[in-house]
């Protein structure tokens, strides 16, 4: 019985925080969220920091690369009808980037030969 009284005084202190909490309206899941998501964002901050540096020191050639290259690209875009009829771009040794199409039996909804057309390009 001796021990009675503080078990129940300290059970009784220790729910205080609980009803407390509970008040805020906050439940224990908003709350290891809130926790979860504030020890992710300090792990990150020095990974943010360094891509703003990053970012500082590479935006003005970026800007400058879409200045001049992006009317190109925007009447490129233009003339392209259907992206998935190319192959991926492929980097030769020399710099130059090609892009191929597609042969017209891999690409989608392309209209299947017939007899005729593939016997034509072979005459004896």
């Known amino acids: ?6 078990i129940c005084a300290v059970t009784a202190v220790l729910t205080l925080p609980a009803q407390a909490e509970e008040e805020t309206g906050k439940s224990l899941m908003e709350q290891g969220a809130e926790l979860f998501f504030k020890g992710l964002r300090q792990e990150m901050e020095p990974t943010l920091e360094d891509l703003q540096g990053l970012v500082s020191q590479f935006g003005p050639a970026m800007q400058s690369f879409f ?4 009317p190109a690209l925007a009447e490129l875009a233009g003339e392209i ?5 190319y192959e991926p771009p492929e980097i030769l040794p020399n710099g130059d980037i090609i892009i191929r199409k597609k042969p017209l039996q891999d690409q989608p909804d392309a209209p299947e ?3 005729e057309e593939t016997d034509e390009g072979t005459e004896i």
């Open 81 to 85: 009808e259907d992206w998935s009829a």
């Open 1 to 6: 019985m001796k021990h009675l009284l503080p």
């Open 67 to 70: 200045e001049q290259m992006g």
């Open 113 to 115: 030969k017939t007899e």
